[in-house]
């Protein structure tokens, strides 16, 4: 179970890489990376212009089976409102934090083969 869990978490990070060099592409600025609040982690928070980003990464490994959204099939209802709480608690602990007067949460999918190499990803700006 221990090289499930040690699996999971570089997959993720690898994911997470992914989706930062995708951003940094697109002209964003890192503010914060695998930020801990009381309720949780947020994956990314980025400057993009004027907007605040909040990022959620969700990375998955290809295995046959077909996902029609890729891997943001897995962002549920549930989770976007978990990433709402975690950008609440971000600000409000947050001192000094850059000032925007624009928030946006954004998803994106990354989606990995076997051997770890990007097969898709999927940016979704304003997912939530």
């Not at 993009?48 to 909040?54: Q, T």
């Not at 975690?86 to 947050?94: M, S």
């Not at 946006?104 to 940016?123: M, N, Q, S, T, W």
């Amino acid at each position: 179970m221990h090289a499930a869990a040690d699996d999971r978490r570089a997959l993720g990070r690898r994911g997470e890489d992914l989706a930062l060099a995708h951003l940094r592409a697109l002209g964003c600025e890192l503010i914060a990376r695998n930020h801990r609040t009381r309720y949780g982690e947020i994956d990314l928070i980025v400057r993009d212009g004027e907007a605040l980003v909040f990022v959620e990464v969700k990375s998955r490994r290809t295995t046959g089976a077909p996902l029609p959204n890729g891997p943001l099939d897995g962002l549920r209802a549930r989770q976007r409102r978990r990433l709402r709480r975690l950008a609440a608690a971000w600000l409000a602990e947050t001192d000094p934090r850059p000032r925007s007067a624009t928030l946006r949460f954004d998803a994106i999918g990354v989606l990995l083969d076997g051997d770890g190499a990007l097969a898709r990803l999927d940016h979704v700006a304003g997912a939530m």
